[in-house]
Each structure stands twice: as structure tokens, then as C-alpha cells.
């Protein structure tokens, strides 16, 4: 917390050189990453307060160039969209996803939750949303991989 490039980018979204921060380094911190060979340097912050992801990048020989930047911030902000964590599920979605994945078919997985096909395919839909999955497969396998299922 004492980095002015993590402070920035807990304050702000979008991408900024390490030249460009104006906050105070008390503990030289991007003095130290200099004598380490990272002179030039950027950071890309991304994503609401609560699940923020912050990546920087750095170089030796020069400072990155707009087109660079902007392709590492394009590269940081997908990364955050494909691996950002799941909201949480509700019991009649897990239920849903959970019969599912033992391979139980639609009418199977409604007739034993009680409920018709429909809402047994809403809530894996609301599942899949919450997931941010694009399939019933990708939601099972991202529900199963965060401990949901």
C-alpha cells in the first residue's frame, strides 16, 4: 500500500506511465524498480472497487508507446473479464447446476427439483449470468472450480 502506482490505481480505471504519477513515494518505490532495470514502466487498473485488477508493465530501453498501452490495457481488461470472480448463486441455481452436472437431463433434473422445464432452464440461465459463462458446461465448470457446486 505504500506504492503511489498501487494508489493511483486504486483511485482511478485506465492506464497511466509511471512517469505521469504525481503522488508522493516516500519509500521510493519506483526509485527501487529503477535499479532493478524498470525504468519505463505503465499500469493498468480496471474493473468496480471490490474486484479491481491492477497489472503493470515495465522496460528497460524506453517508454511504452500510446499503441502499446493501449494494447496492454485491452490484454489487462480482458484478463480481468475472463477470470473475475463469480456473484453468488442462489440455492435453486446451485440445485439446478448440481443435477445438471451428474447428468441429469432437463426433464430428470425438473421432475426431481419439482418444478417445470422453464424455470428449471431460468435458473440455469440466472446461473450462466452470474457466472459470466457463455454455456451450461462453462457455468458447471466454473461453479464446481469456485467451490459452488
Known amino acids: 500500500m505504500r506504492d503511489p502506482v498501487v494508489a493511483w490505481a486504486l483511485s482511478e480505471v485506465g492506464f497511466l506511465r509511471w512517469s505521469a504519477i504525481t503522488l508522493p ?3 521510493d518505490i519506483l526509485g527501487q524498480a529503477r535499479a532493478h532495470g524498470l525504468a519505463y514502466g505503465a499500469t493498468v487498473s480496471t474493473g468496480p472497487l471490490d474486484a479491481r485488477t491492477i497489472g503493470s508493465v515495465a522496460r528497460s530501453d524506453r517508454e511504452f508507446s500510446e499503441e502499446e498501452l493501449v494494447r496492454v490495457e485491452f ?6 473479464r475472463r477470470v473475475r470472480p463469480p456473484r453468488p448463486l442462489s440455492t435453486a441455481q446451485v ?5 445438471i452436472a451428474k447428468g441429469y437431463r432437463y426433464a430428470e433434473a425438473a421432475d426431481a427439483l419439482q418444478i417445470s422445464q422453464s424455470a428449471l432452464k431460468a435458473r440455469i440461465t440466472a446461473a450462466r449470468q452470474h457466472l459470466y459463462a457463455r454455456t451450461t458446461a462453462e457455468a458447471i465448470q466454473r461453479a464446481a472450480s469456485c467451490d459452488l457446486i
Open 25 to 27: 513515494d516516500p519509500f
Open 95 to 99: 440445485e439446478a447446476l448440481r443435477l
Open 75 to 80: 490484454l489487462i481488461t480482458d484478463l480481468h
